[in-house]
């Protein structure tokens, strides 16, 4: 979590149910596959999974924080709040 772009994935899935793999890439204005390096790299860690659907004939893929995942981000975030306010 602790690379800038795994960093923003995990802030940008915080406060949401899921996101689509597109509203991520396009967030963070990377490739397909600097994303899906990310994301594969979360999801060993247990801290996002996937999920799959055909949508009008296209595979769609939306991803989000796993309950670990959450906790994880609340604790890297209160970490970095403390080591600023030192």
């Known amino acids: 979590m602790h690379?800038?772009?795994r960093l923003q994935i995990c802030s940008l899935l915080a406060?949401?149910?899921d996101a689509e793999f597109q509203f991520l890439r396009d967030s963070l204005e990377?490739?397909?596959s600097v994303l899906s390096k990310h994301i594969k790299q979360l999801e060993?860690?247990?801290y996002v999974r996937q999920c799959k659907e055909k949508v009008n004939g296209r595979q769609r893929t939306w991803i989000y924080l796993t309950n670990?995942?959450?906790t994880a981000f609340a604790?890297?975030?209160?970490?970095?709040?403390?080591?600023?306010?030192?």
Do not use: F, T, W, Y
């Not at 604790?75 to 030192?86: A, F, M, P, R, T």
């Open 3 to 5: 690379a800038p772009n």
């Open 15 to 17: 406060p949401l149910d």
């Open 30 to 32: 990377v490739s397909d």
């Open 44 to 46: 060993r860690a247990g």
């Open 68 to 70: 670990n995942g959450r």
């Open 75 to 86: 604790g890297h975030v209160q970490e970095l709040k403390n080591i600023v306010s030192i």
